[in-house]
């Protein structure tokens, strides 16, 4: 475990002169599938040293550019993502609970989707119950090079319900169950048991099956597992309906009365068959585990509905599994991931303990063993030579979470500051991180929609370049279909891999121009129209055929008419905006076009953008995308030219096709060479320089960061320079002017 960054809260007037111990409270924290991190705090605080309660969202790559989401009238007592990572939930310990939604996946706007109150009650546990499958490894085939052989989708959940449904737990047992359908909520509640009593500790995960399991239990034994099941009746609404699963009693025989349980946790949420219970004993905190089976009971025939009884029945049981002690300290938090790569009946995976001294226990399934122990640094961002914290100088450990593939695990302290850990990887505990193991990680992130922020964080270890080519390796063994699906997906993980190191810039910025390439030749080509009895091929296919044939020496004027005569219609149905939007996105494609052409007679002796775009069928694009522009015969790009009436569209046409039959045409070569000093050539902007703490990655700077809430560092990361002069980038340094990536339009200084 190597801590990557820690995020402080700065000292300010009047506020540093407070004790540590009044500015402390209880931080929640959970992190998303797409590393996002919401989080409780109640600072800053005002003059008279009394915090407010407020969630707090943030990306995990600018851990100090947070944005407030809400404010809560009483301090958070659970937080919970939905398996989307576009909502959360949030209850506090007045009975409050609240359910938000991302506006147009922006941090800084969220919308309220969901508001309700249940009097006098604490809200200790929320969560979502999804309908959705589960992507996990299949050992059997975990050596396949096709991704639907090599990873397996669990059973489906077993709610009634294409919606998700929203959780929250009180600690008196009442179950509050809502539903976020697309007219208005709808929300239903159930008794946890048989009857209501009081409840210290809560989670909730999904069976191998597809079942829906909560765990209960007080600050004693036994622990109780329920199955809930939700259901949409169009006259009675929404309905939970809770029934007893199994329990297990957490101490020994002849143990002493003075065990309490301080923490119930699933190993996984998507895998409920095994829970850690963290206990406060005599000797100090300690981490129990216990796996479920299914045994075989004899059934009496007075204590079943089925004629004639069954003689054996599967029913689930807890065996005791292992045990690891703290060492005397007291158990604060326990962590577990959400899901794990890892496939087979008992998947692999880390379990984490928080003490109260300050330390993390990093543990393995297999008999708890200790893998790695770290220590919160003592160091606070508030401590002074007047101010005693009740740690003796340290903070507390409050919860603790793991990013979205496990890479990651993100510590909160009672001070509302954030620690980020890098984990070893779980295919080889407190070992280093390797090309193959990683590949698998991309491959599940590609699969699962999860995002890939936090593999960065061991990706840096490695070798960028053999990770890409082993990458692209096996994406390109896919089937065709898979290959379209997953194109924009794998084109965004390669362009992140390559933005890691410096010298492959140029190479992340042909990644980018390819993908924003195909998007609109896409579009495009989607646009083309034939006459109605020339159907028996798709436009795109009959133009790619009547270009094949082409000779490269024709004009563009000349295979416009071809067109025609074959059938392809001139007329687009579009809007004036419609119709401006086209032309910015044309504007685009020449000016790559410009880049690559200007850039060819550099490729013999060094490689830079366009020398990759080249390989992977840009040239291609860029000839259809010039064809469609000048056959629905849409507005020329406004370049300026040192011949006032040069069709450049055409000439670039020619210089395209010609570039693609014989790459080492002198002549064409020599046209090259003297475009820039034809045409002035507009800034591109595929060139992005990491930002954040990837650019800090990137420079080599040395682990771990400190940032500070609200102040953003400069890690001077000096943009690439100039592959050919004359020849811009919108990420030059100088450059102040505001580009739209997405419009493909200057915006100006001050937009």
């Known amino acids: 475990m190597d801590l990557v960054y820690t995020t402080l809260n700065p000292s300010r007037g009047s506020e540093s002169r407070l004790p540590d111990w009044i500015r402390e409270t209880n931080s929640l924290c959970s992190v998303s599938c797409q590393n996002i991190l919401v989080f409780s705090s109640a600072l800053p605080v005002n003059k ?3 915090g407010v309660n407020r969630i707090y969202c943030l990306d995990l790559n600018s851990p100090w550019d947070y944005n407030l989401v809400c404010t809560l009238s009483s301090p958070a007592s659970c937080l919970a993502w939905d398996g989307s990572g576009t909502k959360f939930a949030v209850g506090d310990t007045n009975g409050n609970l609240s359910v938000w939604q991302m506006k147009e996946f922006c941090l800084s706007e969220w919308e309220e989707l969901y508001t309700g109150c249940l009097p006098h009650e604490r809200i200790i546990k929320t969560g979502f119950l999804s309908s959705s499958k589960v992507v996990r490894l299949w050992t059997k085939m975990k050596d396949s090079v096709y991704y639907n052989l090599k990873f397996r989708f669990g059973p489906q959940g077993n709610s009634l319900m294409e919606n998700e449904v929203c959780l929250f737990v009180t600690s008196s047992g009442l179950l509050n169950a809502v539903v976020l359908s697309q007219t208005s909520p709808m929300s239903a509640t159930a008794c946890v048991g048989r009857k209501r009593s009081r409840i210290n500790f809560v989670d909730m995960a999904t069976s191998t099956t597809g079942e829906f399991l909560l765990a209960a239990c007080g600050a004693e034994t036994p622990v109780t597992i329920y199955r809930i099941d939700c259901s949409l009746d169009p006259q009675l609404g929404l309905q939970v309906n809770v029934t007893n699963h199994s329990s297990f009693c957490v101490t020994e025989k002849g143990e002493s009365d003075l065990v309490r349980i301080s923490a119930l946790q699933f190993l996984l949420a998507d895998s409920s068959d095994a ?48 045990e690891f002690g703290g060492g005397g300290s007291k158990l604060n938090v326990l962590a577990t991931p959400r899901t794990s790569i890892m496939g087979g009946e008992k998947p692999s995976c880390y379990i984490l303990a928080g ?29 002074d030579n007047n101010s005693q914290n009740v740690n003796g100088g340290g903070v507390t450990i409050c919860d603790i979470c793991f990013t979205s593939t496990g890479t990651g695990l993100l510590v909160t302290d009672s001070l509302g500051q954030l620690y980020l850990y890098r984990m070893s990887p779980i295919a080889d505990p407190a070992g280093p991180h390797v090309a193959a193991y990683l590949v698998t990680m991309y491959e599940y992130c590609l699969v699962s929609g999860r995002d890939w922020w936090d593999l960065a964080l061991a990706a840096v270890q490695t070798n960028i370049q053999t990770l890409t080519d082993k990458l692209q390796e096996s994406f390109n063994q896919q089937p065709q279909g898979e290959q379209s699906f997953s194109y ?61 044939t082409t000779a490269s020496n024709t004009q563009l004027d000349t295979v416009i008419s071809t067109l025609i005569s074959s059938g392809f219609i001139r007329e687009l149905e579009l809007n004036s905006e419609d119709v401006q939007n086209l032309v910015q996105l044309s504007n685009w494609v020449v000016t790559l076009a410009l880049h690559l052409l200007s850039a060819i007679p550099e490729f013999k002796t060094r490689r830079g953008p366009g020398f990759w775009l080249m390989q992977e069928g840009g040239l ?50 020599d046209e090259c060479l003297i475009l820039p000093s034809l045409v002035i050539v507009p800034s591109l902007d595929v060139m992005v320089s990491p930002s954040g703490v990837l650019a800090g990655l ?54």
């Open 48 to 50: 008279s040293g009394v």
């Open 275 to 322: 829970i850690t219970v963290g206990l406060d004993t005599e000797e100090g905190g300690k981490v129990r585990m216990w796996e479920m089976d299914l045994t075989c009971h004899t059934s009496h025939k007075l204590f079943t509905q089925v004629q004639p009884s069954p003689n054996r029945k599967l029913v689930p049981t807890w065996r005791y599994c292992s």
């Open 355 to 383: 003490f109260a001294d300050g330390t993390i226990q990093c543990l393995l399934r297999d008999s708890l063993q200790q893998i790695a122990s770290v220590e919160l640094p003592r160091s606070s961002s508030f401590n």
């Open 488 to 548: 924009y997906r794998y084109m965004s993980i390669r362009a992140s891999l390559y933005r890691l190191c410096s010298h492959s810039q140029y190479r992340a910025a042909d990644t980018l121009s390819l993908m924003m390439l195909k998007s609109i030749h896409g579009d495009l080509s989607s646009m083309l129209n034939v006459e109605p009895g020339l159907m028996d091929q798709e436009p795109l296919e009959r133009l790619d055929t009547i270009l094949r």
């Open 620 to 669: 291609n694009m860029i000839r259809d995308i010039l064809v469609m522009l000048r056959l629905w015969a849409l507005p020329k790009a406004e370049f300026i030219t040192r011949e006032k009436d040069m069709d450049l569209n055409a000439k670039l046409f020619s210089m395209v096709c010609r570039l693609r039959e014989n790459p080492k045409d002198e002549g064409l070569l």
């Open 698 to 751: 990137q420079s080599g700077a040395n682990l771990p960061f400190s940032f500070y809430f609200g102040i953003e560092p400069n890690f001077c990361v000096a943009p690439q320079p100039l592959f050919l002069e004359g020849l811009p980038y919108t990420d030059e340094g100088n450059s102040r002017n505001i580009y739209d990536t997405i419009r493909k339009t200057a915006l100006g200084r001050q937009p």
